[in-house]
């Protein structure tokens, strides 16, 4: 762990002359290794746009972000998503404290704008964060909302929200500390110190550390073998998945045992089993 103070997000106006807060492309490129001009079936890659702001994470950016991510989910062919932060200091640096400051307990309860926080965490593909330089505040709280997290060698980690006089309050407490465990979770919360890429390895907070020029590359390549397989499959383990952290052991496992058994009403289920009889690659309908 190293003990930095967030940095400070350039001023910029909310609404950014309206343009565009996060760049989807959909099909992904491939990674640099792929042949030029090649796309990744079945992967979008988000970006969020605002580099000037180290990408802070504004009500209007988080409500396009969800709307964008609402929409590939609701797409057939759309498999997994990765998110990234525009530029290479930046995955998020927090959220937008100008517009934050003059907010009170009841505009935030009745303003409606934190929902943005519950549609992504609602979405049921894949999501997969590479990270590049901070991910602070609400930026860790994002790329710990995604499923798997990919870390350039120069990221950083961390919920310093108490040196703001508040607390983590899109997840951080509760996603930080089923990651990383209570005492460390602890620790980094109530200091507002930062975790390294290296670090948050070796807790489990993240999948794998790569070289900072290699970090999308890394998690489009992790998200294309994802899109590769049964996509009814992937949900309903994601799924599943999720439910081992937030029920009981007895709950997980019949809610997991249904899953199951309701997979095998699917066609991904016979083409499966039949191409692995058959000793031939399977071709995967979604259905």
Known sequence: MTDTAPPEQPPTDAHEGGRALVRVAFPAAAPRSAAPAATLAGVALLTLDRPDALNALSFDLLDELATALERLDADPACRAIVITGGGDRAFAAGADIRELAPQTSTSLATGGRFGAWDRVGAIGLPLIA?????????????????????????????????????????????????????????????????????????????????????TVDAALELAGDIAAMPPLAVRAAKAAVLDASERSLSDGLARERDAFFRLFDTQDQAEGMAAFTEKRPPVWSGR
Do not use: Y
């Open 130 to 214: 590479a990270v590049r330089g901070v991910a602070l505040g609400g930026g860790c709280e994002l790329a710990m909302a995604c499923d798997m997290i990919v870390a350039a060698e120069d990221a950083a980690f961390g919920q310093p929200e108490i040196r703001l006089g508040v607390m983590p309050g899109a997840g951080g407490t509760q996603r930080l500390t089923r990651a990383i465990g209570k005492t460390r979770a602890m620790e980094l919360i109530l200091t507002g110190r930062t975790m390294s890429a290296a670090a948050a390895e070796a807790h489990g907070l993240i999948n794998r550390v790569v070289p900072s020029d290699a």
